[in-house]
């Protein structure tokens, strides 16, 4: 007489489909592994705080490999952090030349301008910043002054400037690019690497870790 079944009949077809011991550690160890790189890629991906770079590297600093620049920049843009090689540019009063690189991929870049110190107008707007997000620039630092003040806080790329001012500037073209240049107490030569953070501004002969 056959016996009657105890339990569901398809129990031993559920225990064969469940992973086993091994199978359950070999999965929680790749969840973690990976939970591991992940936020190694996060911590990698981090900028570099400036004063943690001067802590690093006295040496670099000793050796004038790594300048500060002196602290006469204002804070503009969503990006407070930012860094990247530098392309250099000379130019007094005059944006034509700053337009013309802005309108180029950046790639990761930071745009320095030797505006001469000039308080007397802005050589740098809204628009042209609003390019150089869309671009791929990292960041612009100008040793004069910028206007359209509150369409530049909206744009996610990293600014300093002197300060603003509502005059426009000339257009006549004038000025130099890549050439070495000296704003705030520090020579920057084209192709060097800057580092900006709310603590300040750094220059690097090369790229830097921590």
């Known amino acids: 007489m056959r016996q009657p079944m105890s339990g569901c009949p398809f129990a031993h077809c559920q225990r064969g489909n469940q992973p086993s011991r091994a199978r359950k550690l070999n999965t929680n160890h790749q ?10 890629s996060l911590m990698a991906a981090l900028p570099l ?28 843009g969503r990006r407070q952090v930012f860094s990247g090689p530098i392309v250099t540019l000379k130019v007094f009063e005059d944006n034509v030349l700053i337009r013309e690189f802005l309108e180029e991929k950046g790639h990761g870049r930071v745009l320095v301008v030797d505006g001469g110190g000039s308080l007397r107008c802005a050589i740098l707007g809204g628009n042209p910043v609003q390019q150089a997000q869309n671009n791929g620039w990292a960041g612009i630092v100008v040793n004069g002054c910028i206007r359209d003040v509150d369409e530049i806080n909206g744009c996610d790329i990293g600014v300093r400037a002197l300060g603003s001012h509502p005059f426009k500037a000339n257009k006549k073209g004038m000025g130099e690019k890549h050439v070495a240049i000296t704003i705030a107490g520090t020579r920057i030569c084209d192709g060097e690497w800057l580092y900006a953070d709310t603590d300040g501004i750094l220059v690097s002969r090369t790229e830097l870790t921590v």
């Open 31 to 40: 969840r973690h592994s990976n939970s591991r790189c992940q936020k190694s």
């Open 49 to 76: 705080a400036t004063a943690e770079v001067c802590d690093a590297n006295t040496h670099l600093i000793s050796s004038g490999e790594l300048r500060a620049l002196q602290p006469l920049f204002k804070i503009y």
